[in-house]
């Protein structure tokens, strides 16, 4: 019995070292063989604490390649010691260090145009770099061969040697294989996807050379399409012969329905007025990348207003599209106008077009007795060119645009009965988002239109005021010949589906017809809140002429819901 209580107490003895034993940590003291050795040992710095001989022996090859890479090529080390049960030491010699290195290579290969982008001296046979830097200059040189359609390329350096006191020499040694071109494009998930929308948005065509990072970069821009998004990245497979990349996307629902409800206190009648808009948006419904839009508006002016847009792009599997527009505007029983355009763009990248246009508006005076000049029947024809530029905002459900500028100009003529008068008009529209931090952003709107002539009528001149033009006034109340017009806000996220905001708008007006300049101020504040059923926001503003007093019979409540289907 008791030799058996003696050898269990043996056992339990033994396996409590061990366990202590291996619960050690292992101390690693590294030396060069002087005093400036240690100096550049220390300022590269070193992991002197572990828990096994393995990874303290990774640690010191791991050094040992750092002292080659910048320049101690012929490093060495002396011996790697025991000192007890948890120290070791390891010593180096460092020795000479290089400072340059002069790399010979093929220019049937590679081009001195390629190596100039990565080195200050290059010529028809060798290029100059630190040897600190060669590494990383051979991975870019790989790359921008690789950009060129050869993906498996590989570089080293071979019969390196001395060259001088301070210099190595090596000969660059270049592997490549078969050029690559992108042979086929597969999409999956969405498989009814724009084809031409590859070609020309992404352009991403059959045929050029194979490049992955490209490749990425183009693709990252499906992010932008309003009606589709990437369900994970790209993927590559090679075969002997070809090239596939496949793309996985889905389609995502990109119809919108807008519409708001405003009302205010009519000062004649003290009364409550109701106004408000209903705004369609369909894209993509026929997997063509096609867009429709469809406004209408009624106002507490008796005003109304008709809009429809169409968008083709892409026609005939061509960067130009084409977009068709009508207008008609009815006041009360004044006058009608009826605004219909037609024009082609261009498609220039996913963030630009340039576009030709040629609208035609026809006015029609509604009064029984037209007893104003101001109020006639007219028709008039322009011939305009514009330029487009987006910027989106990926995955922000609030503000998706983050920087927009669209900018036109044209001329043509309007004729009354038999007289005919030139006019130029020009308009400009660009907001844009200023981010400062991830809760806090300033957003700037600038808008301006205006009609050049000898003479204007009432009928053809310019109307805004509302909820998306300067807020705190009655919908399309302001008429100009002339007119700038500058929204901004401060915004402040409470969440990502939650802001709140500041309003401050100032307008400027001319208006010809009866020589009046007038500024404008709409202040105020609102809300936006994304819900199951959209984008609700609420704005509260108030307007005033430059010399009129704030009254709070000015102010104007609009409502808006965007929902998504």
Same mark, same amino acid.
């Given at each position: 019995?008791?030799?058996?209580?003696?050898?269990?107490?043996?056992?339990?003895?033994?396996?409590?070292?061990?366990?202590?034993?291996?619960?050690?940590?292992?101390?690693?003291?590294?030396?060069?063989?002087?005093?400036?050795?240690?100096?550049?040992?220390?300022?590269?710095?070193?992991?002197?604490?572990?828990?096994?001989?393995?990874?303290?022996?990774?640690?010191?090859?791991?050094?040992?390649?750092?002292?080659?890479?910048?320049?101690?090529?012929?490093?060495?080390?002396?011996?790697?010691?025991?000192?007890?049960?948890?120290?070791?030491?390891?010593?180096?010699?460092?020795?000479?260090?290089?400072?340059?290195?002069?790399?010979?290579?093929?220019?049937?290969?590679?081009?001195?145009?390629?190596?100039?982008?990565?080195?200050?001296?290059?010529?028809?046979?060798?290029?100059?770099?630190?040897?600190?830097?060669?590494?990383?200059?051979?991975?870019?040189?790989?790359?921008?061969?690789?950009?060129?359609?050869?993906?498996?390329?590989?570089?080293?350096?071979?019969?390196?040697?001395?060259?001088?006191?301070?210099?190595?020499?090596?000969?660059?040694?270049?592997?490549?294989?078969?050029?690559?071109?992108?042979?086929?494009?597969?999409?999956?998930?969405?498989?009814?996807?724009?084809?031409?929308?590859?070609?020309?948005?992404?352009?991403?065509?059959?045929?050029?050379?194979?490049?992955?990072?490209?490749?990425?970069?183009?693709?990252?821009?499906?992010?932008?399409?309003?009606?589709?998004?990437?369900?994970?990245?790209?993927?590559?497979?090679?075969?002997?012969?070809?090239?596939?990349?496949?793309?996985?996307?889905?389609?995502?629902?990109?119809?919108?329905?807008?519409?708001?409800?405003?009302?205010?206190?009519?000062?004649?009648?003290?009364?409550?007025?109701?106004?408000?808009?209903?705004?369609?948006?369909?894209?993509?419904?026929?997997?063509?990348?096609?867009?429709?839009?469809?406004?209408?508006?009624?106002?507490?002016?008796?005003?109304?207003?008709?809009?429809?847009?169409?968008?083709?792009?892409?026609?005939?599997?061509?960067?130009?599209?084409?977009?068709?527009?009508?207008?008609?505007?009815?006041?009360?029983?004044?006058?009608?106008?009826?605004?219909?355009?037609?024009?082609?763009?261009?498609?220039?990248?996913?963030?630009?077009? =340039?576009?030709? /246009?040629?609208?035609?508006? !026809?006015? *029609? $005076?509604? +009064?029984?007795?037209? &007893?104003?000049? @101001?109020?006639?029947?007219?028709?008039?024809?322009?011939?305009? =060119?514009?330029? /487009?530029?987006?910027?989106? !905002?990926? *995955? $922000?459900? +609030?503000?998706?645009? &983050?920087?927009? @500028?669209?900018?036109?100009?044209?001329?043509?003529?309007?004729? =009354?009965?038999?007289?005919?008068?030139?006019?130029?008009?020009?308009?400009?529209?660009?907001?844009?988002?200023?981010?400062?931090?991830?809760?806090?952003?300033?957003?700037?709107?600038?808008?301006?239109?205006?009609?050049?002539?000898?003479?204007?009528?009432?009928?053809?001149?310019?109307?805004?005021?509302?909820?998306?033009?300067?807020?705190?006034?009655?919908?399309?109340?302001?008429?100009?010949?002339?007119?700038?017009?500058?929204?901004?806000?401060?915004?402040?996220?409470?969440?990502?589906?939650?802001?709140?905001?500041?309003?401050?708008?100032?307008?400027?007006?001319?208006?010809?017809?009866?020589?009046?300049?007038?500024?404008?101020?709409?202040?105020?504040?609102?809300?936006?809140?994304?819900?199951?059923?959209?984008?609700?926001?609420?704005?509260?503003?108030?307007?005033?002429?430059?010399?009129?007093?704030?009254?709070?019979?000015?102010?104007?409540?609009?409502?808006?819901?965007?929902?998504?289907?």
């Amino acid at each position: 019995m008791n030799i058996l209580k003696i050898l269990f107490l043996y056992i339990i003895f033994h396996a409590f070292n061990a366990v202590n034993t291996y619960s050690q940590e292992l101390h690693l003291i590294v030396e060069g063989k002087d005093v400036s050795e240690n100096i550049v040992i220390d300022s590269i710095g070193y992991k002197n604490v572990f828990t096994n001989y393995k990874s303290l022996e990774v640690e010191i090859n791991s050094l040992h390649l750092k002292f080659q890479k910048i320049g101690y090529v012929e490093s060495q080390l002396i011996f790697n010691t025991k000192k007890n049960d948890t120290a070791y030491n390891a010593k180096f010699h460092l020795n000479k260090k290089y400072y340059t290195i002069y790399i010979y290579y093929d220019k049937n290969v590679i081009s001195m145009k390629t190596l100039e982008r990565f080195s200050e001296n290059v010529t028809s046979e060798y290029f100059v770099t630190t040897i600190q830097e060669s590494e990383s200059i051979l991975n870019q040189i790989n790359s921008k061969i690789a950009e060129n359609g050869q993906p498996f390329t590989s570089l080293k350096l071979t019969t390196i040697k001395k060259r001088d006191a301070n210099s190595l020499q090596a000969k660059l040694a270049i592997s490549t294989n078969k050029k690559r071109t992108i042979d086929k494009i597969i999409v999956k998930g969405y498989e009814k996807f724009p084809r031409s929308f590859l070609t020309h948005f992404l352009n991403l065509k059959i045929g050029d050379d194979f490049d992955i990072n490209s490749i990425k970069e183009k693709t990252e821009t499906l992010n932008t399409l309003l009606f589709t998004s990437q369900a994970r990245p790209p993927e590559v497979l090679f075969t002997k012969d070809s090239s596939s990349i496949y793309l996985y996307l889905e389609k995502t629902k990109s119809n919108t329905f807008d519409g708001f409800l405003g009302f205010s206190t009519n000062e004649a009648t003290n009364k409550i007025e109701f106004n408000g808009y209903l705004n369609l948006n369909l894209i993509n419904n026929l997997n063509y990348g096609e867009a429709f839009s469809l406004v209408f508006k009624s106002d507490e002016s008796d005003q109304k207003t008709f809009d429809v847009d169409v968008s083709l792009p892409y026609l005939f599997n061509t960067a130009i599209g084409s977009e068709l527009s009508l207008n008609i505007f009815k006041k009360d029983s004044t006058f009608t106008t009826v605004d219909q355009s037609v024009n082609l763009f261009y498609q220039i990248n996913d963030r630009q077009r =340039i576009f030709t /246009e040629i609208n035609t508006i !026809q006015s *029609n $005076n509604l +009064l029984d007795e037209n &007893n104003t000049q @101001f109020i006639q029947d007219y028709n008039s024809t322009f011939y305009s =060119i514009k330029y /487009e530029y987006l910027k989106r !905002q990926y *995955n $922000n459900i +609030l503000f998706p645009i &983050n920087f927009a @500028f669209n900018i036109k100009t044209g001329f043509g003529f309007r004729k =009354i009965e038999s007289n005919k008068d030139n006019q130029k008009i020009f308009s400009l529209n660009t907001h844009k988002i200023f981010n400062l931090n991830k809760k806090n952003s300033i957003y700037i709107r600038i808008k301006s239109e205006g009609i050049v002539s000898d003479s204007y009528l009432i009928n053809e001149l310019f109307r805004f005021g509302g909820i998306n033009t300067i807020r705190g006034f009655e919908e399309n109340s302001l008429l100009a010949s002339l007119y700038g017009l500058l929204n901004s806000e401060y915004r402040y996220n409470l969440s990502s589906t939650i802001y709140i905001h500041s309003i401050i708008d100032v307008a400027y007006i001319d208006n010809e017809l009866i020589n009046s300049k007038e500024k404008l101020f709409g202040f105020g504040f609102g809300f936006g809140l994304f819900t199951k059923a959209g984008l609700l926001k609420f704005n509260y503003a108030n307007g005033k002429s430059e010399n009129q007093k704030f009254k709070l019979s000015n102010s104007k409540i609009h409502i808006s819901l965007n929902t998504r289907f």
